[in-house]
Nanobody
Framework: QVQLVESGGGLVQAGGSLRLSCAASGRTFSSYIMGWFRQAPGKEREWVAAISWSGSTTYYADSVKGRFTSSRDNAKNTVYLQMNSLKPEDTAVYYC????????????????WGQGTQVTVSS
């Protein structure tokens, strides 16, 4: 069982940066692929980023590639999403997720979800 708690959301101006954190409970954190999703008002949840269990490989949606960076610290059971050059269209509730399969995670078939943290980017 893994519990995920996101933090770090907030209000930022366009062009600014935020770093989201996702703290996980459970001793098997390092065995999970971790991902980030977001859901804007009136839109479906979309996959944003994923990171391998070791942190050596990362994957990004085209919409955030070059602006967002995911990392993880398995010793702290925490995964991060550094978001730079934020745009108003990045406004959404951001969720972290854990799954044993990258393919399943990218399609939103996820073992564990966090509760979400709001990110609002003003123009």
């Amino acid at each position: 069982q893994v519990q995920l708690v996101e933090s770090g959301g907030g209000l930022v101006q366009a062009g600014g940066s935020l770093r989201l954190s996702c703290a996980a409970s459970g001793r098997t954190f390092s065995s999970y692929i971790m991902g980030w999703f977001r859901q804007a008002p009136g839109k479906e949840r979309e996959w944003v980023a994923a990171i391998s269990w070791s942190g050596s490989t990362t994957y990004y949606a085209d919409s955030v590639k070059g602006r967002f960076t995911s990392s993880r610290d398995n010793a702290k059971n925490t995964v991060y999403l550094q978001m730079n050059s934020l745009k108003p269209e990045d406004t959404a509730v951001y969720y972290c997720a854990a799954d044993s399969s990258l393919r399943e995670l990218r399609f939103g078939v996820v073992d564990y979800w966090g509760q979400g943290t709001q990110v609002t980017v003003s123009s």
